[in-house]
């Protein structure tokens, strides 16, 4: 399983540069950019990385926001494999999750805690 990260400007980077400084790691999690690229040329990068990473059967693919253009990308290159997932709302949280249980959680528990994990992490503080 591979993580992807798809986000505006250097977001993704930034993200995971972060994520490994607190966890240690950032082992099957890449980051993109929407910044300098058209929407088919980074659909083709994206098709032609994961190729190069023998086609993974889960990949799940994290964005910044959901109906943004990164989120457009997401779901295309994830429209054509049933174990092709795009989460919405990337943010530390989320990604310290996937880093530290994509080996252990059954993918459909996996996404299940993304999901509560990266909403968890946002919270009023009064």
């Avoid at 966890?23 to 083709?44: A, C, M, R, W, Y």
């Avoid at 889960?58 to 994830?78: F, P, Q, S, T, Y």
């Avoid at 494999?81 to 989320?94: A, C, E, F, I, Q």
């Avoid at 993918?107 to 946002?122: F, M, N, S, T």
Wanted: aromatic share 6%; net charge neutral; hydrophobic share 45%.
């Amino acid at each position: 399983m591979i993580g992807i990260v798809i986000c505006h400007k250097n977001l993704a980077q930034e993200l995971i540069t972060t994520a490994k400084a607190i966890i240690g790691h950032h082992h099957n999690l890449f980051p993109f950019s929407n910044d300098k690229s058209t929407v088919e040329q980074l659909v083709q990068e994206i098709e032609k990385f994961i190729d190069s990473k023998g086609n993974p059967e889960e990949i799940i693919i994290m964005v910044d926001l959901r109906g943004g253009n990164c989120w457009a990308i997401a779901r295309m290159v994830a429209r054509s494999h049933p174990k092709r997932y795009v989460l919405s709302g990337v943010n530390l949280p989320m990604l310290f999750s996937f880093l530290t249980k994509k080996d252990v959680l059954p993918l459909p528990e996996l996404l299940e805690k993304l999901q509560v994990d990266a909403h968890r992490g946002i919270f009023l503080d009064e």
